[in-house]
T-cell receptor, first 114, second 113 residues
C-alpha cells in the first residue's frame, strides 16, 4: 500500500457539532501531518507527529484536537468550529522525521462549517 | 524563519511551449526543495525534488535547477501538454526543521490548445 487515505471525503457540520477526520497510511512512515488548505492558497501546516508524539503545533486553536493512536493512524477531532474553518484538510506522511524525506499527501477532507 | 516566494502567480503558455516557474528562499540552511502539482479538487502530488548538493535534476519533460548562492530554484516544463494545467507549489525545508515544509504561494499554469 503506497497511499495515504482519508475519511470522510466531504463533511458538513454545524458550529455545535463534534466530528473527527481520519487519516491512515501503511507505508511504515513515522511522521504524520495535518494541513489546512483554503481555496487558491498553499497548504498550511497545523500539526506534526513524529514517532506517534506531537512534535509541532502551529498555534492551532484548541477546537482542533489531534490524536495519533498508532503509527498508521492520525485523527483530527473537531469541536465548536467556526465558518472560517471551512477548508480542505490534508493529511500527509513521510518516512523518517529526522531526515529530509518526501511528504506524501492524502486526498483530503473537504469541510464545510455552517 | 524560512520564507519562500514564488512567481508568477499565473502563467498561460501555448501547448508545446515551455513553462518556467521561479522561487526564492530566505533560509540559507534550507537543503531540500520539492515541487508539488495540484490539479483542481485533488491532492498535492510530488513531481520532482532537489537537494542542496545538486544543481540540476531532470525527469523526462520536467527539470529543476537550484542556485544556492542566489537562494533561488526554478521548475522547467518543456513540450507542455493540456494535462500540465494545474497549480504548482514550490517548497523548501531547512535541516534545522526537518519536519516542516514551507510552501510558496503557488502558480496556476494554464496550457492553451
Amino acid at each position: 500500500d503506497t497511499e495515504v487515505t482519508q475519511t470522510p471525503k466531504h463533511l458538513v457540520m454545524g458550529m455545535t457539532n463534534k466530528k473527527s477526520l481520519k487519516c491512515e497510511q501503511h507505508m511504515g512512515h513515522r511522521a504524520m501531518y495535518w494541513y489546512k488548505q483554503k481555496a487558491k492558497k498553499p497548504p498550511e501546516l497545523m500539526f506534526v507527529y513524529s514517532y506517534e508524539k506531537l512534535s509541532i503545533n502551529e498555534s492551532v486553536p484548541s477546537r482542533f484536537s489531534p490524536e495519533c493512536p498508532n503509527s498508521s493512524l492520525l485523527n483530527l477531532h473537531l469541536h465548536a468550529l467556526q465558518p472560517e474553518d471551512s477548508a480542505l484538510y490534508l493529511c500527509a506522511s513521510s518516512q523518517d522525521p529526522r531526515n529530509q524525506e518526501t511528504q506524501y499527501f492524502g486526498p483530503g477532507t473537504r469541510l464545510l462549517v455552517l | 524563519g524560512e520564507n519562500v516566494e514564488q512567481h508568477p502567480s499565473t502563467l498561460s503558455v501555448q501547448e508545446g511551449d515551455s513553462a518556467v516557474i521561479k522561487c526564492t528562499y530566505s533560509d540559507s540552511a534550507s537543503n531540500y526543495f520539492p515541487w508539488y502539482k495540484q490539479e483542481l479538487g485533488k491532492r498535492p502530488q510530488l513531481i520532482i525534488d532537489i537537494r542542496s548538493n545538486v544543481g540540476e535534476k531532470k525527469d523526462q519533460r520536467i527539470a529543476v535547477t537550484l542556485n544556492k548562492t542566489a537562494k533561488h530554484f526554478s521548475l522547467h516544463i518543456t513540450e507542455t501538454q493540456p494535462e500540465d494545467s494545474a497549480v504548482y507549489f514550490c517548497a523548501a525545508r531547512s535541516y534545522s526543521s526537518a519536519s516542516k515544509i514551507i510552501f510558496g504561494s503557488g502558480t496556476r499554469l494554464s496550457i492553451r490548445p
